[in-house]
């Protein structure tokens, strides 16, 4: 047993892999029906942590059997030197899977698996601010194709250069929540708008905020709190100006929350788009109330998903992107901007489960 776990932990772990084999017996006597899809369904869930329960098992067995052989009395100077570097070795990667079966067990965000709903809104900077949301709208999208997620706009209000005042996005993959999170906030932008003719460097901002799906289930939505208002869509943002009442405004009326869509050209789509994206503001509503209540002091090191939170910054004219959160700075604003966002998201997902580790002692 490491020493780095307590007898309960440890019989945690050994009830997780007895589980795992409990299953595969019972796949393969024969099961059908809801019996069989259930069973399944537990196995899949808990397979990667069994297979990493069981290769910690091992390493620390041969641990064991490695560090019995340095320190024996009889082994010979040379066997003892190449035992002593197989303990060693042995050591990081017991340590290493140690770490990965405790970050495998904390608690989950329920919300982690879900699809993501992507909102962007031009912040401070008029037209360059609109120009950088239409930017970081653009970063979205490449990282979703990326990863092989599904990127449907769902609402686009555009200015007269292009830009966006503000853009709505569903994502649909697997774990989109879960990567794109820790996105949530105020970005900056320093740079020289393409409409400066002294080449000044300005400063722009747009705010980003990802809420999780929420299907019917999760959030009842009551008709006789809604007013619903329709008009012809129009503007640079009317990609489908046209004469009928196709745009639809959603009110809710307890919590005043808005929701405008006009993109398509049936009304009925274009209601179905607005109550998609008010479903998942009520549902982050309510994770943000829960959240509070279970911890009204706490404040996590990678931020607090709050939209008047200032992020990160990008500087273009030293080519670098800095997440204040972290302190980290990577000089490959081309690349990031292009989509790759791995780097990023690793290191804020490192950051969040380097503090629940800590929380859980």
């Known amino acids: 047993m490491n020493a780095a776990f307590s007898p309960g932990f440890a019989a945690r772990l050994d009830r997780v892999l007895m589980r795992a084999q409990e299953l595969e017996a019972m796949l393969q006597s024969g099961l059908d029906g809801p019996a069989y ?78 699809n993501a709903i992507l909102e962007v809104r031009a912040g401070a900077g008029g037209d360059e601010a609109a120009l950088f949301a239409a930017d970081l709208f653009e970063m979205y999208r490449r990282y979703a194709e990326g990863r092989g997620w599904r990127f449907e706009v769902l609402e686009l209000s555009e200015n007269d250069l292009g830009g966006y005042r503000e853009a709505v996005a569903g994502i649909a993959g697997q774990n989109v929540f879960a990567r794109l999170k820790f996105e949530s906030g105020v970005h900056r932008v320093q740079r020289v708008p393409a409409t400066e003719a002294q080449g000044r460097i300005h400063t722009s901002t747009a705010t980003v905020a990802v809420l999780p799906e929420a299907e019917e289930v999760d959030v009842a939505v009551n008709e006789a709190d809604l007013r619903v208002d329709v008009f012809r869509a129009s503007g640079a943002g009317g990609q489908h100006v046209n004469k009928t009442e196709s745009a639809v405004r959603i009110t809710h009326l307890p919590t005043g929350i808005v929701v405008q869509c006009q993109d398509e050209k049936s009304q009925h789509k274009n209601r179905a788009r ?88």
């Open 37 to 114: 899809v259930a069973a399944t369904r537990e196995q899949a869930s808990i397979a990667e942590l069994a297979d990493q329960i069981a290769a910690l098992r091992r390493a620390e067995r041969e641990l064991a059997e490695a560090e019995a052989l340095r320190d024996g009395a009889d082994t010979e100077p040379e066997l003892r030197a190449m035992a002593e570097d197989e303990a060693r070795a042995l050591a990081e990667t017991v340590e290493a899977l140690s770490r990965a079966v405790r970050i495998a067990l904390l608690p989950k965000d329920e919300a982690d698996e879900r």
């Open 274 to 361: 607005a109550m998609k994206i008010l479903r998942a503001r009520l549902y982050e509503r309510e994770r943000e109330a829960k959240a509070s209540a279970r911890s009204d002091m706490r404040r996590s090191q990678v931020g607090t998903g709050d939209r008047s939170e200032r992020i990160r910054t990008y500087n273009v004219p030293q080519g670098r992107v800095t997440d204040h959160r972290i302190g980290l700075t990577l000089h490959k604003i081309d690349r990031v901007l292009a989509g790759e966002l791995e780097e990023l998201i690793d290191a804020l997902t490192a950051e969040q489960q380097a503090e629940l580790l800590a929380a859980e002692g």
